[in-house]
């Protein structure tokens, strides 16, 4: 026998046994890995919302859907089309301080940078001006830095960020600028400006910061175009170094240097009335793309419950195509997020498997552009395809790290509604706990999609793997080796039999809202609750 004969006969002898030594996944596990199989391959390019690639895998989510036995949850379609802007300063602005006849240019890149506008293009803006500290009103802390300032019609000065010690939820809702804007707004305000603290000073310097003043950032359009914004009455137009801040502060009764020695404290920083009018001027750059979200519905039976709905989301969108690393260049994002939706499926096939029909209506929604800002979430928190006071509870889906033997969950904002309990005893069902966020400094609570639904007033969680076990150590080493990294894709260590619990968990959560005789709600006196609106709070 040759050597090349005797070769080919080993390797049809060793077939047999290398298929013997893999035994086929059960059922369950084998239809998790299916989805997380063809949405996190190659040919997908990683799923970018806004490419033809998230497209296909979108048109493989409404097939799925179809397929299982869901309707069209989006109007009578399977898709909710909107439309992703990205934007960024279409030039360098020009500001103007005005103290009595004399005008004081300001300088771009050593006084001011100018931010985008995008729900007003072409931004102008003038009055006179007033420095509100952090721009934060938050009652059950006993803070308003608003007291006893007249604010209307006026352009607000804030310090970005929080000061110490408030809980991590609430520095989490104000570390973002568009709430303190939109409290600016509802005060009167006809524009925000943003002062260099000295924490952002220390963390990155002004003088870095304005060489990159252009970088893009990314947005939705509403149905009649216009680039949606929190507070596009009073947005946050620029950011003002400390030698700019020093020129606004002069004459002032508020000193820029007690400004700064209340932040060096901790104490309470001083507030007040700056002298002179300032103008400024902002115009952006827009350039939009298409995409959408997925919506599939099971429509509930009970005749009182059938107009309330419970959506179970997941992402369907990651980064694409980047860097090279080891010659790949496909971020394929398997872990993060094809796993969620292909949970969300296998959820959906329980539900239509079971028979039983639920009494509230499911929608079950594959989300756009996460990895953009939320923004499919968003969007469809402000545009719902029902009505939006209908909306019940959302629980969401992204990046359940299962590479290990699950024994515990985290539900990020299950203490704070009804949710939290319901949750509990669905993991109990499968042996599981529920612990608490294991880093809650992390603010994880404002970083998913389920945080759209919380700020619509919506209860809403977002259900993640636990620390548990070798849970920590798996954790760790995802984000460390694989987070949006090419890394991640389906040759990772997935535990199935996790994945499959994992799903279980989701079903009995979902089943639990669908049927419950009691319309999910905040937690009495909840902030987020009470921040929102949401049923129960008050």
Do not use: C
Request: glycine share 10%.
């Amino acid at each position: 026998m040759t050597l090349r004969r005797l070769l080919a006969a080993a390797a049809l002898l060793a077939a047999p046994l290398a298929q013997a030594q893999t035994a086929p996944l059960p059922p369950e596990q084998a239809a998790l890995k299916a989805h997380v199989q063809f949405l996190a391959s190659d040919a997908l390019r990683g799923r970018e919302a806004g490419t033809r690639d998230y497209d296909v895998a979108a048109e493989y989510v409404a097939a799925e859907m179809l397929r299982l036995g869901l309707e069209p949850g989006a109007n009578g379609s399977w898709f909710q089309p909107f439309r992703l802007v990205n934007y960024k300063p279409a030039e360098k602005a020009k500001w103007t301080l005005v103290r009595g006849s004399t005008e004081i240019p300001l300088q771009f890149g050593i006084d001011f940078i100018n931010t985008p506008a995008p729900a007003t293009p072409d931004f102008h803006a003038e009055g006179g001006m007033v420095f509100a500290g952090y721009g934060i009103v938050y009652p059950e802390g006993k803070r308003d830095d608003y007291k006893g300032l007249d604010v209307k019609g006026k352009i607000v000065a804030i310090l970005p960020g929080v000061p110490k010690g408030l809980p991590n939820a609430v520095e989490a809702h104000f570390g973002d600028d568009e709430q303190k804007a939109l409290i600016a707004q509802k005060k009167g305000a006809v524009a925000v400006i943003m002062l260099e603290s000295l924490a952002q000073r220390e963390q990155i310097p002004f003088e870095a910061i304005a060489a990159y003043y252009d970088y893009p950032r990314d947005g939705w359009a509403q149905p009649d175009g216009t680039v949606f914004a929190t507070a596009a009455g009073a947005p946050p137009v620029g950011y003002v170094g400390s030698a700019g801040a020093d020129k606004l502060f002069q004459g002032a009764k508020v000193k820029w240097s007690d400004v700064l020695i209340a932040q060096r404290k901790g104490s309470r920083v001083p507030t007040g009335a700056l002298p002179g009018t300032l103008k400024v001027a902002s115009k952006t750059r827009l350039v939009t793309l298409a995409t959408r979200n997925v919506v599939g519905m099971i429509p509930g039976t009970d005749p009182l419950l059938k107009g309330e709905y419970v959506v179970l989301s997941a992402h369907l969108d990651h980064v694409g195509v980047g860097d090279a690393v080891n010659g790949d260049r496909i971020y394929n994002g398997a872990m993060d997020n094809a796993i969620g939706v292909s949970t969300m499926l296998e959820v959906a096939r329980k539900f239509v498997a079971s028979g039983e029909k639920p009494k509230r209506s499911m929608l079950f929604v594959a989300l756009a552009a996460e990895e953009k800002g939320l923004i499919g979430s968003d969007y469809f928190a402000h545009y719902p395809p029902v009505a939006k006071n209908k909306l019940v509870a959302d629980v969401n889906m992204d990046m359940p790290i299962l590479t290990y033997r699950l024994e515990d969950l985290v539900a990020l904002g299950g203490e704070r509604s009804s949710l939290g309990p319901v949750i509990a005893q669905a993991a109990a069902g499968e042996g599981l706990k529920v612990v608490p966020d294991p880093a809650p400094e992390e603010m994880f609570f404002v970083r998913s999609d389920h945080y759209s639904f919380v700020k619509a007033g919506i209860p809403a969680v977002s259900l993640d793997t636990g620390p548990g076990g070798a849970g920590a150590e798996a954790q760790k080493k995802f984000l460390a080796d694989n987070y949006h990294k090419p890394s991640d894709q389906i040759d990772l260590p997935f535990d199935w039999d996790s994945a499959a619990k994992y799903m279980r968990v989701n079903y009995a959560v979902a089943r639990a809202l669908t049927d419950g005789p009691e319309r999910p709600r905040w937690n009495k006196g909840d902030f987020f609750g009470v921040q929102f609106g949401g049923h129960g709070a008050e």
